[in-house]
Structure formats: C-alpha cells, structure tokens
C-alpha cells in the first residue's frame, strides 16, 4: 500500500517483527490527534502576548495583571510537568491526556467568558494546568506507540508542531482581534477541545498504567515548591531589578529557596530509589542525561530570540504585528518542513549527527542575522538570517528529541517527558532572564551615546528633556515621546530623532545578545560529539 512507511508493510510471506510493529492500528492518525492538542496549548502560550492591550480596554484590567496572565500560564505549565509525566506512568497516558485537554478546553471557555482580570487570571491558571497535564503524554506516546525505525519520523511531525506554534500565534491573534475581538482567542479553543477529545476516545489506545507504581507525594511538593520559587524568581527578576520583592523577600531570597528545595528532592529521591518520583533508572542510560544537557542551552538560547527579532521589527523598525508575524512565516514554515525531513534522516543515519548540523546552522544563521539585520531597512533585510534560523530549528526539534528518548524504558515514558521537558522550559526561561537582562543592559549603555549624537540636531532648550526621555525610554524598551506642549514640527522632529538613537541602540544591543546566543548554540552543537559513542547511532538503517 503506497504511502505507508516501509517497516510496517505487512506480507504473507514475511514474519513481522514485534519490535517494529505499532501499538495501535492507525499510529498516525493517534499522534495526529495527539498533536491538535499539544498545538492548541502550546499556541496559546504566545497568542495572548499580542492581545494585552486589548485585554486592558476590554477587562479594565491593570497592566501588571495582565502581565500575569501571561506569566502565570508559563510558571504553572512548567512547574507541574514532572509531576503529569509521572502521573502518565502511574494512570495511563491517554486518561492523562483526556483529562489536560478536558480541563484546558473548559478554562479557555471560562477565559472567553471573564468580566474581570482576576476572572481571566484564575482561568488562565487552568488553561496551564490543563496544558501542562496533556503535554508530556504527547512525548510519551510517541515513545510507546511508535517502534523504533520510524520513531525519528513521529518525533518529526512533534518538532514541525513545535517549532510552527510560536511563529503562528502571534498571526493567529492578529488576525482572530482584527475580526473577532480578544475573546475569541480563548473561545476558539472550544471546538478544537471537544473534536480532539471525541477522537482520543475513539482512536488513541487505552495502555495499561504500569504496574506497581505508585506517586511520591513527598517529591511531588518538594519538586513543585522548588520550581516555583526559581521559576518565579527569574520571570519576576527583570521587574523587580532582580532586588527586593517586598520587606525581607528579595529575588535573590526566593531563588537560593528554590535551588534549597530542589536540592532536598534530590535527597529525597536517591533514598526513595525505584519509587522515586524521578526513577534513578532514567539517567542510567547516558544519552538520556546528554541530550537534556543538549536540550537546556538549545531551548536557553532559542527562546530569546523571537523576543529579540520581535522587539526589533515592532518596536525598533516600528512594523506592526502582522508585519511582523509574516516576516518570521517563512522561517517557521521551514521549521516545519525541517523538522519532518529530519526525522527521517534520524531514522537512517541516527539523530546525534543531524543534531549537530541544526544547531549549527542555528549559530550561523544568528551570525548571519547580525550582519543583515541594521537599523536602517526594511523587514526583508531580516529574512536571510531568519530562513537559516528556520533551515536550523528544522533540524534541530525531531533529533533532539530522539537522541534524548531513545534508550528510555517505555515503562517509564511518562516521567521522561515530563523530566526532559521541564529542563527545556526552565532553560527557556533561563535563557529570557539572562538573555533578556544582557539585552536591557547593552541598550542602556548605548542609549545615552546616540542620544546625545541626535540631541546636537534639536533646538538648545529640548536637549536635557531629550536625553531624559531618551533614558527612560530605553528602560520601557521604546522610543522617547515627546513632551506635551510642542508645537507639531518640534514633536515631530522629537520623535523621529528619537526613534533614530532608539533604533540605533536597540539594533547594536541585538547584534551582542545574538552573538552571545549563538556562541551558546554552537557549544551546544559541539556536545554533541558525546552522543556518538555508540555505533548503531552513527548508522541506522529502517
């Protein structure tokens, strides 16, 4: 039958190998269903970004609440997914999964229905929840369903989903609040929600709960109390100048709490052996422990960079948002398109290698952007560093996945998801602290250089007011406006003499990050020659 993957045909003539069979009838269509899901709440995590003033006229809600909603999504979502891999071991990943996309349909339906921001927070709290609950069981599917030659393949479609999410949020949202309104960023969630479950229960396969396992209660609130604490700490470290939070808790208190707590659950977990929340089994096999390794500085480095690419177009080059999200289309397609075509180059040459290759394109693509990417230009002048972004990210999500997963005892699935997951998302947000905090310092040097070169073009009595404007600006991350009271020429000169030195400054404070970013990535890639050790992932054929 044409289109089906060669190890899976079936003959009279042939014996099937066990080893090579799928879990479940129709593998593809299971993950299909799988990944609607995982889309949905991953989509999420960035559609709200560019709804925020929309959600303050619309709610009445403050600024800082609103920040919450975006940042509450993030804490929850990471800090519980440890907690939901195991529980996919422990109760079956499908029920798992049922329940996440249950709970995240409702709370988007509660969302579209909030009259007030501690309304839309609360829901928004569920939404992670829910997302957090579905997420690791995507993984671990993969991982039980799909035998291992066209593993790199399944694990392909994943990284396609990964890597469009992002890119399409932003366009998503742009175009459901230009026609629809903000609610209906959330609302849409229904329809996918019920369809997504309607299928899980009639096609995705039941499994059995592995026996004998049981959840550590006492690892479960160590483990989430320590992620929260650093998690919160290095989201709230940029707004709180990383010093006092209030009275005796500063941002420096919560994060040695937090490192405390994790280091009590590693304790913890060596005494409680094989029902360990974290089973010691996992990091037995040593690609597992090198590809999170891996996966930390990729997801550390690449998650700063849409802010970055975002935060220069938008508010550097002053293009809109859907501008802005059709600029970064071409590279996500690509990512798309990579991520497919490298799962199959996993399956037959391994995935170390291909791992090595996306991660540097990765590098070279950010090096690329630096010499394309001024300020001055248009939108275009982005393109070619992003294209090689795309080409690199593409080759990048399925290998990754594989060379971490790949020697994990399928028993076991739902807690390696959920462990290799939660060290990407805390090295995202690791990588947006650092990374974000570089960027804000190397525009607050170089501001006041190109404020003072555009100051000399302004009459003598707007100078000071100038170089005052142009300082706060550059801690808003936005051009300096004028001051009320200008005549129109005057506050037109003002502003664009500002945007100017803005621009100017911004554009030399991404070209630091992303070179800093890429020589991360780069070590990345160099790491990779650890996980050439064994011979059958230098060369496999399926």
């Known amino acids: 039958m044409a289109g089906i993957p060669r190890p899976w045909r079936s003959s009279t003539m042939t014996t099937t190998d066990p080893a090579q069979t799928p879990a479940t009838p129709r593998p593809w269509l299971v993950l299909g269903v799988y990944c609607a899901g995982f889309f949905t709440a991953l989509l999420d995590g960035t559609i709200v970004n560019i709804a925020v003033p929309a959600l303050i006229g619309g709610l009445g809600a403050t600024y800082d609440q609103v920040l919450w909603v975006l940042d509450a999504y993030l804490l929850v ?13 422990v109760f079956g990943h499908r029920r798992l999964f049922l329940t996440g996309v249950t709970l995240f349909t409702a709370a988007s339906a509660l969302c579209g229905l909030a009259g007030s921001g501690g309304w839309l927070l609360a829901a928004r709290v569920l939404q ?15 991982l039980t369903v799909f035998p291992g030659p066209v593993r790199g393949r399944a694990f392909g ?45 009639i096609h995705a396969p039941a499994g059995r709960p592995a026996a004998g396992q049981g959840l550590d209660l006492t690892g479960v609130a160590l483990a989430t109390a320590g992620l929260t604490a650093v998690v919160f700490g290095l989201i709230e470290g940029e707004r ?68 970055v690419v975002v935060l220069y177009l938008q508010t550097a080059r002053g293009h809109g948002p859907l501008e802005t999200g059709l600029t970064l289309l071409p590279g996500a397609a690509l990512t798309a398109l990579g991520s497919a075509w490298s799962g199959r180059l ?31 230009g248009g939108a275009w002048s982005a393109l070619p560093g992003l294209i090689v972004i795309g080409i690199g990210n593409g080759a990048t999500y399925a290998p990754l996945q594989q060379v971490t997963m790949d020697g994990v005892d399928p028993r076991l699935a739902g807690a390696a998801s959920g462990v290799a997951n939660t060290i990407r998302q805390v090295g995202a947000v690791v990588g947006l602290a650092v990374l974000g905090a570089l960027l804000s310092t190397r525009l607050s040097a170089a501001v006041p250089d190109e404020a003072a070169r555009q100051a000399a073009l302004l009459p003598a009595h707007l100078r000071e007011g100038f170089l005052a404007a142009a300082a706060d600006g550059a801690a808003r991350f936005s051009p300096p406006a004028p001051p009320p009271g200008l005549g129109a020429g005057e506050a037109a000169l003002f502003r664009r003499l500002g945007q100017e030195a ?31 050790r064994r011979p059958e992932l230098a060369v496999r054929r399926g």
Do not use: K
Request: proline share 5%; charged share 5%.
């Open 346 to 376: 996993s399956d037959r040459y391994g995935g170390a290698p291909i791992l090595a290759a996306g991660l540097a394109t990765l590098a070279a693509g950010l090096v690329v952007l630096v010499l394309t990417a001024g300020p001055r």
């Open 128 to 142: 992670a929840v829910g997302a957090a609950l579905l997420f690791p069981q995507v993984i671990s599917t993969i």
């Open 77 to 89: 979502f990471t800090v519980l997914l440890i907690t939901a891999g195991r529980l996919g071991d």
């Open 157 to 201: 479609v994943f990284g396609a989903i990964a890597g469009l999410a992002p890119v399409a949020g932003p366009i998503a949202g742009g175009l459901i609040l230009d026609h629809l309104g903000w609610r209906w960023i959330f609302l849409i969630n229904v329809p996918i929600g019920v369809v997504t479950i309607a299928l899980a229960l």
């Open 502 to 532: 803005f621009t100017t400054a911004f554009t030399a404070a991404m070209h630091t990050t992303l070179l800093v970013t890429a020589a991360v990535l780069a070590a990345a890639a160099a790491c990779c020659v650890l996980l050439l």
């Open 240 to 307: 709180h100048d990383w010093g006092t939070i209030a009275g005796p808790i500063s941002i420096g208190s919560v994060l040695v709490a937090g490192v405390a707590l994790l280091a009590l659950f590693g304790l913890w977990e060596r005494r409680r052996g094989g029902r360990a929340l974290i089973p010691p089994a996992l990091f037995a096999a040593r690609d597992f422990a090198l590809g999170n390794g891996v996966g930390f500085a990729f997801h550390a480095g690449m998650m700063a960079i849409p802010l």
